[in-house]
């Protein structure tokens, strides 16, 4: 399993509209194969902060879905709305398990 961590951060005034393109976006990706979670979380301290968190089955699921019409859509419509380039991070899992 892959998990996906972004940290976003939209430029001043460009809040709703990051909101909207991440509604979108995480709305499709849900329905895609192989996607396990797709969630994105606004900050506490700094609402144009977003953070995403991803779970794929595979890489091959994570590949497909990096050519998926929508993340297209998605990242050309962060460009005009993003104060500084996305901080992406890609963890290899061997294991997963709820609660502690």
């Known amino acids: ?7 976003y951060k939209a ?7 990051a909101l909207k393109a991440a509604r ?4 499709k990706t849900r329905r895609e194969a192989g996607n396990g979670d797709n969630t994105f ?5 700094d609402d144009r902060t977003f953070f995403l968190f991803e779970q ?3 890489r091959e699921a994570l590949d497909a879905h990096l050519k998926a019409p929508h993340l297209a859509e998605f990242r050309a419509a962060l460009k005009d709305l993003l104060e500084e380039p ?3 991070r890609i963890y290899e899992v061997s294991s997963f398990k ?3």
């Open 1 to 7: 399993m892959l998990a996906i961590a972004v940290t």
């Open 11 to 17: 430029k001043p005034g460009k809040r709703e509209e």
């Open 24 to 27: 979108s976006c995480s709305e």
């Open 41 to 45: 979380y606004a900050g506490i301290d």
């Open 56 to 58: 794929w089955e595979s």
């Open 86 to 88: 996305p901080d992406i």
């Open 98 to 100: 709820r609660g502690l």
